[in-house]
Structure formats: structure tokens, C-alpha cells
């Protein structure tokens, strides 16, 4: 794995920073598949995201783990916005940059993410026709879980006060004051309201997984466009690559993997159920992710074609 950087083509103010793997015996005058991943909401591309493209790197792939706009060792202010849409849009922009590598075929790129960098990876693929293959880990869709809470079980219209309280906190941050921010996953283990979000805390705070550049919070401001996305939107009707779905048969966020295949057009479509495994298990569970990687590897191999690499005079 070696790191890059490169201009964000949707905001060129934006440096993106990324980690990109490549396969053994990697040879720049030959063309290779590859596969975009996306980091969950919080995180870098050190964590989870790095972890997955490494392995699917091992397995034939180029693949491009980045740091969203705003966030890790990206640029852009104010620092931690996590506004879904731009987050979306940084799927396509690595794959302008893949566009420009001449090792890469553009006919065989596929897009993964994990948590709500899944979520952003299908909104992008219902868009950006260039994603040929989807793949999906602990799916979260951030507009219906802010919306409708980890298990599903609050009301929309029940969130219409973090909405006033977005819309306020972007007032006061339009003032001047300190920018006002807000939790992504639990910021202490006394905050956590059950196991599995106990162990996001963990992740994120501790020597399970912390690292400098991911603190674990977004700004306030981030929640107007959050409480009114929707990952899955026009799924049914453009969505038709093929997708495939993991995700832990006791996770909490299952329901948004279930919604996910539901509202997928795609008729080469599949779901992986992960048995015992919680939405976190399948960030660094040794055993849990080498099960979800194996499912991915051999449904992007067969999808992209990635046992052949193509010959091409790469100038």
C-alpha cells in the first residue's frame, strides 16, 4: 500500500488522501480492476476501509482507500462536516482520479463501503453508471438511522427538533463561535445504550482501533442534510448493477441491509448473512471479516473479471 493525494474534481480546493493497494506482482503496463472503498461516518481510511482494501488487494484488485473530504488527512473546512451529498460525490471524484491511472480499466471498476460509507457507495452507484459491481458491509443508510434510530423504532418526524437544532448550530457557527459538533458514535462507554454501540465506542476510542485523525464526532451543522438523505433514494429504479450485501445476522443496523436489497432494481443481487456477527464484528473481527472478504472477492472476481488482466502499452 503506498499513500496518495490528488485534487478533489468536485471541489478542487479539496486535496484527497488516500491509500491505494495493489496486487503481487502488480505490473504498470498491464490494465486492472479495481475497487473504490468507503469509510464508515467517523472513520479513516487507516481503520475498516484500509483493512478491506488490502485484503481485496490480496485477491487480485486495485483498490483505493480515501479519507472523505473534511475529514482524516483530507482538506477542506470546517473540519469533520460529514454532509452525505459531498460524501457521495467523493465516491465519484476517486474514481475521476482512477480515470486518469492507465493501469486501471474503466470498464471494471467496482465501489464497497462500509457503515455509512456503504449507504454513501449505493447512492453513488445509483448515479455514476462507471461503478460495474456494488458491495455493501453493515449497510447503513444515515438519513433513515438518524431518522429512525439504530433499530428503527423512532418515528421521522420525531427528528424535526436535531433539524432545528442543525439549522441553529449553523446560525451560531455563521457568528463565529466554536464549531458546534455532535457525536457519531458513542464519545464515552457511559453514553453507549447497549453492546453493540459499546463496542462502536471501543472502535473509535480506544487502542482497539482509535487513530489521531478520526475523533469520532461531526459538525451539528451536518445534521440538516443527514435527517433528509436518503442513501437508497430511486434504488428501485437505478440501482441495476449487481450488488452484494453483508451484513451480521445479529446487528443491529440489519434492517438497513434488508431495506437495501428490497428497494435494489438489480436482478443479480445477493445477500451474505454473517451468523453471530454484530454490526462491528465486521470491521475488524479476524474471523468475521475474512468471511465477509471472501464473499466480496469472489463476487467482484466474477463480476470484474479480475483473473485477466488486460495487456495495454500503459504511456
Request: glycine share 8%; hydrophobic share 40%.
Amino acid at each position: 500500500m503506498e499513500k496518495i493525494s490528488f485534487v478533489n474534481s468536485n471541489n478542487p480546493t479539496i486535496i484527497m488522501s488516500a491509500v491505494i493497494a495493489f496486487p503481487e506482482g502488480f505490473d504498470a503496463s498491464r490494465r486492472y480492476p479495481a475497487i473504490v472503498v468507503s469509510h464508515p461516518g467517523g472513520g479513516v481510511k487507516e481503520q475498516t476501509a484500509g483493512t478491506y482494501g488490502r485484503k481485496l488487494a490480496e485477491l487480485g484488485f486495485v483498490t483505493v482507500a480515501y479519507d472523505a473530504s473534511y475529514q482524516g488527512e483530507s482538506g477542506g473546512a470546517p473540519r469533520q462536516l460529514e454532509n452525505p451529498h459531498v460524501r457521495t460525490e467523493d465516491v465519484s471524484a476517486v474514481i475521476d482520479h482512477l480515470s486518469t491511472l492507465p493501469y486501471i480499466d474503466l470498464d471494471r471498476i467496482g465501489a464497497m463501503g462500509i457503515c455509512a460509507g456503504a449507504g454513501y457507495t449505493v447512492n453513488a452507484a445509483i448515479q455514476d453508471r462507471r461503478i460495474k459491481a456494488l458491495g455493501t458491509v453493515s449497510a447503513v443508510n444515515i438519513g433513515s438511522m438518524f431518522r429512525n434510530g439504530w433499530d428503527n423504532s423512532v418515528r421521522s418526524i420525531d427528528a424535526l427538533p436535531y433539524v432545528e437544532a442543525s439549522s441553529n448550530a449553523r446560525t451560531a457557527d455563521a457568528a463565529g463561535g466554536n464549531i458546534a459538533t455532535m457525536p457519531l458514535a458513542p464519545m464515552s462507554e457511559a453514553d453507549a445504550p447497549n453492546e453493540e454501540l459499546r463496542q462502536a465506542w471501543e472502535y473509535y476510542h480506544t487502542p482497539r482501533a482509535e487513530y489521531p485523525t478520526a475523533p469520532g464526532f461531526a459538525t451539528l451543522r451536518s445534521l440538516n442534510q443527514i435527517i433528509t438523505y436518503d442513501a437508497y433514494h430511486m434504488a428501485d429504479v437505478y440501482l441495476t448493477q449487481p450488488l452484494q450485501i453483508v451484513a451480521g445476522s445479529v446487528a443491529g443496523s440489519k434492517w438497513m441491509s434488508d431495506d437495501l436489497f428490497g428497494r435494489a432494481a438489480a436482478t443479480d443481487k445477493a445477500m451474505y448473512v454473517v451468523e453471530g456477527a454484530n454490526h462491528m464484528d465486521l470491521y475488524d473481527g479476524a474471523a468475521f471479516v475474512e468471511e465477509a472478504v471472501a464473499v466480496l472477492g469472489t463476487f467482484f472476481n466474477a463480476r470484474l473479471a479480475a483473473g485477466a488482466a488486460v495487456e495495454t502499452a500503459a504511456q
